[in-house]
């Protein structure tokens, strides 16, 4: 809770509590404390004066500010249609299978959290997904299962 609390003053403190800092503010708290509780949402809008319907839709805007508490890795795969043309549909199955669970939940063991995404940008080479910050591109069914191997192996 303290953790929490002056976090966020710090952050609006750093950034100022004008309306167009919001995005840094959600980013940074965001970078703390891993995603965004309702309660944190709330505060931000407190503290920096804004209503909390504004605060909550401009966090929810954007995929990389999480309002809920996912794995160590965040898994993003891109929904939009060129990826979908490509195949991003195998992709989710190969990676729902692998990791035995649904999209949107986490594995039991905390290592991933599965979702999509809007485009990432790497239409040209799709399907895509990101890996926390880290774009994965040409992606087949067996690049996935090497990829997640991987990580358990080597994170
Ligand atoms: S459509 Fe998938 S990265 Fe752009």
């Known amino acids: 809770m303290q953790k929490r609390e002056s976090a966020i003053k710090a ?10 800092n919001l995005l840094p503010i959600l980013q ?12 944190d949402v709330a505060e931000i809008g407190v503290e920096m004066g804004l209503a909390l319907a504004h605060v909550y839709g401009v966090a929810s805007f954007y995929h990389f500010i999480d309002l809920e508490e996912r794995g160590q890795n965040i898994i993003w795969v891109c929904k939009t249609i060129s990826c979908s043309m490509k195949g991003s549909n195998d992709i989710v199955m190969t990676l729902k299978e692998r990791l035995k669970i649904k999209l949107g939940e986490t594995t039991s063991d905390g290592k991933f959290s599965l979702l999509e995404t809007n485009c990432i940008g790497w239409c040209h080479k799709g399907p895509a997904m990101l890996i926390n910050d880290e774009p994965y591109t040409d992606l087949t069914p067996e690049k996935v299962i090497q990829i997640i191997d991987d990580y358990y192996t080597n994170n």
Not at 11 to 20: L, M, N, P, S, Y
């Open 28 to 39: 940074e708290v965001k970078q703390i404390k891993n995603y965004l509780s309702r309660s």
């Open 11 to 20: 952050a609006v403190q750093k950034h100022g509590k004008e309306r167009k």
